[in-house]
Nanobody, 117 residues
Framework: QVQLVESGGGLVQPGGSLRLSCVVS?????????MAWFRQALGKQREWVAT???????NYADSVKARFTISRDNAKNTVYLQMNSLKPEDTAVYYC??????????WGQGTQVTVSA
């Protein structure tokens, strides 16, 4: 059974930082899967945030470029999202997703990030 479990969300002031984690279990060999983070703000559509390939290549949405960093630790079956210089508009539920490979299409349950003074 495939499970993606996000953690690390919370309430942070503007300009602050958070690191999200997504631990993956099941689904074959984690290291060859392309993984991604998405987010969904209240009343808005879910949007893509960042992607990391099995080889470590990364891509970012323009809205988070230079502020967020996606990374992975294949030994721990975990993908991370380091979020710096957070803005109120970053407030959303953040989801981990498998994009390509055996984990393709699987979503985590999400973790709430709230940026507010």
């Amino acid at each position: 059974q495939v499970q993606l479990v996000e953690s690390g969300g919370g309430l942070v002031q503007p300009g602050g930082s958070l690191r999200l984690s997504c631990v993956v279990s099941g689904g074959g060999i984690f290291s060859i899967n392309t993984m991604a983070w998405f987010r969904q703000a209240l009343g808005k559509q879910r949007e893509w945030v960042a992607t990391i390939s099995g080889g470590g290549a990364t891509n970012y949405a323009d809205s988070v470029k230079a502020r967020f960093t996606i990374s992975r630790d294949n030994a721990k079956n975990t993908v991370y999202l380091q979020m710096n210089s957070l803005k109120p508009e970053d407030t959303a539920v953040y989801y981990c997703r498998g994009l390509a490979g055996s984990l393709s299409g699987y979503w985590g349950q999400g973790t709430q990030v709230t940026v507010s003074a």
